[in-house]
């Protein structure tokens, strides 16, 4: 049986053999190719809610928090280095959660943030994050408490205090629940854009106009330009991604990917156009192509809370020898 082609989430572009490619200053001869979008994704996120007391110092005890977000283990003394505190003045619980999955929470929704260093601790009081407890009250909004791993930012956990006049519960006894966040995704592979998988450009035909200053000589290295003006997007992140599993699979557990990738590439972007050789793994080696079997993702990401938030674009491409 013949093997299928990889499939890859990016359109990039044909060879280009007498040009060499730079993302910020394109040499004649070489086009970028637009990005499309050939991903439907729905995200939900789940948020547990614990209520409390109103005006008291309460107690947040995360001892019995041992599985993540994701249904990872976790250790609560040595998994947990920080623990955030944030509050929402005038968004509901279901508002932040659904800001929060489809990454579209600003600056101006937030009023105030805290924060918790536990040590080998595993609780911390309202105190220890520096707030003061007179604020703690049912009228002051959506207090999101995020609980981050190491390096900062890696996030672990989410729970919301619900300050209520009736209760009188002083402790917040955090427990797991998992996962926490899920996308419904729908990947369109009926119309896949043909893609060298070694690299190369699209040639600019002679009869356009051809500005020979900006020709290069001698060998090039292989790029991977892509362009998403048409898109209308503000990216500040791009991924390249490669998984072995099916992809019905890739899609039921698409808000955990970044685990399931066998290989992961990222880059930092702006404007409208990069090139994807300057995308780098977590160990420092460049994407030099689109080799290996399975299926690739190229997403256009915005710096989000968590991994698992809806990215702002997917395309699908086959990849092709030479």
Same mark, same amino acid.
Do not use: A, M
């Given at each position: 049986m013949r093997p299928r082609p990889s499939i890859v989430l990016a359109v990039i572009l044909s060879g280009c053999s007498n040009c060499c490619v730079d993302a910020s200053d394109q040499h004649a001869g070489v086009l970028p190719v637009a990005l499309v979008s050939h991903a439907t994704i729905v995200g939900e996120l789940t948020i547990p809610s614990y209520v409390t007391a109103e005006r008291v110092d309460v107690l947040i005890d995360w001892a019995a928090l041992t599985s993540d977000m994701d249904c990872h283990p976790l250790d609560p003394v040595d998994d947990i280095a920080g623990v955030?505190?944030? $509050?929402f003045p005038k968004l509901s619980e279901a508002e932040v959660a659904s800001a929060l999955?489809?990454?579209?929470?600003t600056q101006a929704n937030t009023n105030g943030y805290a924060s918790c260093s536990p040590g080998e601790?595993?609780?911390?009081?309202l105190t220890e994050f520096g707030f003061a407890v007179d604020f703690y009250s049912l009228d002051g909004g959506v207090y999101l408490l995020e609980f981050d791993g190491s390096p900062v930012g890696d996030l672990r956990a989410l729970a919301v205090l619900r300050p209520d006049p009736e209760s009188v519960v002083t402790v917040a006894t955090i427990v797991p629940v998992c996962p926490q966040a899920s996308l419904e995704v729908?990947?369109?592979?009926t119309d896949p854009v043909e893609i060298p998988a070694a690299g190369g450009g699209v $040639?600019?035909?002679r009869s356009l106009p051809f500005d020979d200053s900006g020709s290069c000589g001698g060998e090039s290295e292989p790029s991977w330009l892509v362009d998403w003006e048409e898109l209308s997007i503000s990216p500040n992140e791009l991924v390249v991604a490669r998984y072995t599993i099916p992809v019905s699979e890739l899609e039921a557990q698409f808000a955990a990917r970044e685990a399931l990738a066998a290989e992961r590439f990222t880059l930092d972007v702006s404007g409208t156009s990069a090139d994807l050789a300057d995308a780098t793994s977590a160990l420092g080696d460049r994407f030099d192509g689109f080799d290996g079997e399975g299926v690739w993702l190229i997403e256009l990401r915005k710096n989000s809370w968590f991994e698992g938030s809806v990215p702002l674009s997917v395309t699908v491409v086959e990849a092709q020898d030479p």
């Open positions: 955030g505190l944030i $509050r999955i489809n990454n579209t929470l601790e595993t609780q911390c009081f729908s990947l369109d592979l $040639r600019v035909p």
